[in-house]
């Protein structure tokens, strides 16, 4: 049998790299979306993307960004947006080799319909990253 390589979970590491470079304190979450937002939150979801070669995925991500005002909305989406050139500038994801992406969508004012009192700020991005082979 040939050798099993697997995509990286792209919601999860993006959420790890978030977690640790973002300059205050944010609840970074994956799918599911949870049933109560906290006061400052950033969402991320694959929402496209697919492998563009045997090694490489093109994921893409969108970030919903989501704090008391719409003026903190918006730097709290800056950050993430900063965050993620970051990652594209430094090729690397943790150990995960980053060959580039592009901004898809810059963030915008995205009020959300079932949560109308906590503005949204929405980007979307991709990220081309290495595939691995499995580690059995």
């Known amino acids: 049998m040939g050798e099993i390589i697997e995509t990286v979970d792209a919601e999860d590491a993006v959420r790890h790299h978030l ?3 973002l300059p205050y304190s ?3 979450c ?3 979306s949870p049933t109560e937002w906290p006061p400052q939150s950033v969402y991320i979801e694959r929402t496209g993307g697919g492998m563009t070669s045997l090694v490489v995925d093109e994921a893409q991500l969108t970030f919903e960004s989501r704090a008391p005002t ?12 900063a965050a993620i ?6 090729h690397m994801l943790g150990n995960i080799p980053i060959y580039g992406g592009t901004e898809v969508a810059a963030p915008y004012h995205d009020p959300d319909p079932d ?3 906590l503005p949204r700020v929405t980007q979307t991005h991709t990220l081309r990253m290495r595939i691995k ?3 059995d």
Request: glycine letters at 4%; hydrophobic letters at 40%; proline letters at 9%.
């Open 19 to 21: 977690w640790n470079t």
């Open 26 to 28: 944010v609840k970074v």
């Open 30 to 32: 994956v799918p599911p």
């Open 70 to 81: 719409p003026a903190q909305a918006m730097q709290l989406a800056l950050d993430v947006r």
């Open 85 to 90: 050139g970051t990652l594209q500038r430094m």
């Open 115 to 117: 949560n109308a009192k």
């Open 133 to 135: 082979k499995r580690e």
